[in-house]
């Protein structure tokens, strides 16, 4: 039995020498690509993924601890989705924390005076190469839509609810609730607030070094 320390509880940077790389497909937002990858025992393994731009997302929680939602068709799971505000990282020079302000006003049209990192995550790291930050918001505002967004497709036909964290944990749990963004963050937010009440999170501009590594593939 190996049991690992607290210092030990870390992902490890590491990369397999890569053969050759073939896309086989390009989308809008994805690539398909299939690796022939070396093994350390000197097999060749051929496998595809998603390379993807990256995310964020936001759990907004107001003074009664309820948190900003919206409900959005997601096409390839047939589902009306019960998610928090959310977007991809595919606008140049814009930070982490920028994209998701954006998105918060766009989405729910809301601002926040404090946020704090939540968690960070690969959603299906094994066959998509998405990183995902989930942030904290708290001290919310309204705020005017920005100008010039229009929703388009799905977005034009999701609307904004609101619900209890407390309330929110129990779906998940009762597996009522699936989007992994509404999942990981509710988690993260009702662990942190019951632990200390969000002191220990991180800072909302914290190095985010496993993106930074997927990114630069």
Known sequence: MIILGPDELVDVPLAWPVVSSTVLARGKITSYVQDQV????????????????????VIAL???????????YRHPVRHRLI????????????????????????????????WAVLVDLFTTPGILGESLRIYLA??????????????????AHMDTVWASLDD??????????HNPTVVSGVLAAWTARQRDGFTSLRPADADWPARDLVASE
């Open 38 to 57: 070396r093994t350390p025992d000197g097999q060749l393994i051929a496998r595809e993924y998603l390379k993807h731009p990256g995310a964020v997302g």
């Open 62 to 72: 107001d003074d009664h601890d309820r948190v900003a939602l919206v409900r959005q």
């Open 83 to 114: 998610e928090p505000p959310a977007g991809l990282l595919d606008v140049g020079g814009e930070d982490y924390l920028q994209a998701i302000e954006r998105e918060l006003a766009e989405e729910v049209g809301l601002a926040a005076r404090r």
């Open 138 to 155: 708290r001290d919310l505002t309204d705020v005017d839509h920005p100008d010039g967004f229009t929703r388009e497709g799905e977005e």
């Open 168 to 177: 929110l944990v129990e779906a998940v749990l009762g597996g009522r609730l």
